[in-house]
C-alpha cells in the first residue's frame, strides 16, 4: 500500500507559477511509476503528466508540455510538479497517482490515489 498527500495547491494569477508536491509513505516508493492528473469542474479527469520510477523519463500531456515539469526525489519519497506559465485553463483540482511498475496515461491504470489539492488561476 501507498498512501500519498499532495501540496502546493492554491489561487495564482494568469502567467504565474506553482509547485505542486506530493509526499508518498508505505510501500517502496521506488517501485511505482508516478502521475499527475487533474480534474476541473464539469469534466472527466485528465492526464497531466507522469514519470518513471528512476526519474529518467517523463511523459506530458500536450495541453501542459514545455510549461510544467514532473521530477521525483526517491531519497525523500516525493514527487513534484513545477508549474509555470498558468492559464485559467489550468484550473482543476490535481491529484498525484502511483502505479506499481511503470507510470501510464490512463487513470484507471494507476493503484493509488492521493486526494487531490485545488490549483485556480484567475484572468
Known amino acids: 500500500q501507498v498512501q500519498l498527500v499532495e501540496s502546493g495547491g492554491g489561487l495564482v494569477q494568469a502567467g504565474g507559477s506553482l509547485r505542486l508536491s506530493c509526499a508518498a509513505s508505505?510501500?517502496?516508493?521506488?517501485?511505482?511509476?508516478m502521475g499527475w492528473f487533474r480534474r476541473a469542474p464539469g469534466k472527466e479527469r485528465e492526464f497531466v503528466g507522469a514519470i518513471t520510477w528512476n526519474g529518467e523519463s517523463t511523459h506530458y500531456a500536450d495541453s501542459v508540455k514545455g510549461r510544467f515539469t514532473i521530477s521525483r526525489d526517491n531519497a525523500k519519497n516525493t514527487l513534484s510538479l513545477q508549474m509555470n506559465s498558468l492559464k485559467p485553463e489550468d484550473t482543476a483540482v490535481y491529484y498525484c497517482?502511483?502505479?506499481?511498475?511503470?507510470?501510464?496515461?490512463?487513470?484507471?491504470?494507476?493503484?493509488?490515489w492521493g486526494q487531490g489539492t485545488q490549483v485556480t488561476v484567475s484572468s
Open positions: 497517482a502511483a502505479k506499481f511498475h511503470k507510470a501510464g496515461t490512463m487513470p484507471d491504470e494507476y493503484d493509488y
Open positions: 508505505g510501500s517502496s516508493f521506488i517501485s511505482y511509476g
